[in-house]
């Protein structure tokens, strides 16, 4: 059968995976070579020189350090705004900062690799991180404050990317399931304990730890890293690139990820696109968008190879991984959210809530790993999506204004007892197809586009939440009238008895108060139980989507299992 190839950074060219391709050896060709050679002759041999788990826990540390600051912060922005003498909206930067120079890095991992080496960027990137920690600990304006996120999530931007594509190259490709497994735990469990812990440093120390703690990290994670870890031989820097830097392609990337950042995470607060603020970013994304796909796609030597996506494979696990990334931040802020707005819980004592979900992480994930060595991984991820489902619909009918913490805690448990089953299989399946070449350009878009889906889902159901509340309000206040019984009857008897603590003149007036306050607590969470409905919904077309993906053979190689 004939098949399509997709150019890598660097000439090399990507043939396309066919259903009857599992037990070929697949060509990498390069323009600057009389003759090609089979990738597996010149490359199968390599293995790393230490244990591959060791590699493993090494670069997962230096990623669950990354993963961890971006939730980690969330809880003690107040604190940062009033010990720096700005307004609360004003320390919102803080996240917003950190999260478009995030974006913009992911995913020129691929590039960077191609440059200085795939080990080299890695340790750069725990020391721009590592050292702008330090700087955000302790910068004394909230303007300096900015500038070091700014860094930081600049360093922190290569650390998720190159740390998958490190496990997925140091594993014989028939244990990739269980590498990714650790990876899983890192990616899922650091944004559940983030607020939790970062509430509790700031309680119990100052702000300023939440930065101070990542030195300490950083520095045994670089050390550990030079010392084990290696480029494998098919990984070769070209410092050339460097002068010849796509530029044009790096502005679009600039402003396409900028402007939807911003919009993102300041569409809330400033009404969406009523506000010309909020219009002008959204513009900016469009055309940097636009013009990112149309010119990387055409440019001979990418900083971004979006060609990739020629792939089907792939390109489905994108969308499914944008939208598990999406599911995970989105529910990660909804419950702590609802319990803080209905139910009256501090921020820290909200986080608290999701610990057991975190915990049960520990158990669910390596058996998720094991199973992707055994089933093919779209049959995990249907498996897993489904549970999604019924633990979004499960959801609806226990998100009640008498959820007691008892009963948070065990939903926390159920809404993230699928993602391992998602995450690995989606992460694994990702590789179905794709030669070793492709592993850092693979790893840099999929962790991409999840840290995209968690920004797009996190506003998108936040506003989902406030306009379904404010519609459920207005039907609720259609039946406060003096036509409506129960109403009326409920007004007397509330007024009587507040009529005895406050006195008859003032207790119609108390009365109609309380029940409106009650209103507007029934409406908003209504309006939570329906954004859970709607995310039920979408897991039911994950499900279908999780078919079209190609079916691999566990155990038998060739990109993470054989396909047929």
Request: aromatic content about 12%; charged content about 10%.
């Amino acid at each position: 059968m004939a098949s399509s190839t997709g150019v890598l950074a660097g000439g090399e060219s990507i043939p396309d995976s066919t259903p009857d391709s599992g037990n070929r050896s697949r060509t990498v060709q390069n323009p600057n070579l009389s003759a090609s050679k089979p990738a597996v002759d010149d490359h199968a041999a390599w293995k790393p020189r230490v244990n591959p788990w060791l590699i493993a826990m090494t670069v997962a540390l230096a990623a669950f350090m990354e993963v961890l600051d971006t939730s980690i912060a969330n809880v003690a922005l107040p604190h940062i705004a009033g010990d720096l003498g700005a307004s609360t909206n004003e320390g919102t930067w803080v996240l917003t900062s950190y999260l478009v120079a995030n974006a913009i890095v992911l995913p020129l991992g691929g590039w960077a690799s191609s440059v200085m080496g795939r080990k080299n960027f890695f340790l750069l990137c725990i020391t721009i991180f590592t050292v702008a920690s330090f700087a955000c600990g302790i910068a004394p304006t909230l303007p300096m404050l900015l500038l070091c996120r700014v860094l930081q999530g600049a360093g922190g931007g290569g650390l998720q990317p190159m740390a998958q594509a490190i496990m997925a190259d140091s594993f014989d490709e028939r244990k990739r399931g269980q590498a990714f497994a650790l990876y899983g735990l890192v990616a899922v469990l650091a944004p559940s304990i983030g607020p939790s812990l970062g509430g509790w440093i700031t309680d119990s120390y100052s702000w300023r730890w939440i930065f101070y703690i990542n030195i300490p990290v950083g520095f045994l994670a670089y050390i550990l890293v030079t010392r084990l870890v290696d480029d494998p031989p098919w990984i070769k820097p070209d410092r050339k690139k460097l002068v010849n830097m796509d530029y044009v392609g790096l502005t679009f990337l600039i402003l396409a990820m900028g402007g939807l950042q911003v919009a993102l995470d300041k569409g809330e607060e400033n009404d969406w696109f009523a506000s010309p603020f909020i219009c002008f970013f959204a513009i900016m994304f469009l055309v940097g968008i636009v013009g990112l796909v149309l010119w990387e796609w055409r440019h001979k030597d990418p900083l971004i190879n979006l060609r990739v996506f020629r792939f089907k494979n792939f390109a489905i696990c994108c969308f499914l991984m944008m939208l598990v990334g999406g599911v995970l931040n989105a529910s990660t802020v909804l419950q702590p959210q609802f319990m803080q707005q209905l139910l009256g819980y501090t921020a820290t004592n909200a986080g608290k809530a999701l610990t057991a979900g975190g915990i049960s992480l520990l158990v669910v994930m390596p058996f998720a790993g094991w199973t992707t060595s055994k089933f093919p991984a779209r049959n995990i991820a249907a498996i897993g999506f489904s549970i999604f489902a019924f633990s979004f619909w499960y959801s609806t009918t226990q998100l009640t204004l008498d959820l007691s913490f008892s009963r948070a805690s065990w939903l926390r448990v159920i809404q993230v007892a699928p993602i391992p089953f998602a995450f690995i299989s989606i992460t694994t399946a990702a590789y179905v197809g794709m030669p070793k070449e492709a592993s850092n350009q693979v790893s840099g878009l999929i962790n991409f586009v999840r840290n995209i889906g968690g920004s797009i889902f996190i506003a998108v159901t936040g506003a989902a939440v406030t306009n379904r509340a404010l519609h459920h309000e207005a039907l609720l206040q259609n039946h406060m009238n003096t036509l409506s019984i129960p109403f009326t009857e409920y007004t007397k008897g509330l007024g009587a008895n507040l009529g005895q603590q406050f006195g008859s003149a003032n207790s119609q007036g108390l009365a109609q108060g309380n029940i409106y306050q009650m209103l507007v607590r029934q409406a908003a969470m209504q309006g939570y139980q329906d954004v859970y409905k709607m995310l039920f919904w979408m897991a039911l077309g994950m499900v279908l989507l999780a078919f079209m993906l190609n079916k691999n053979r566990p155990g038998q190689g060739g990109g993470g299992g054989a396909m047929h």
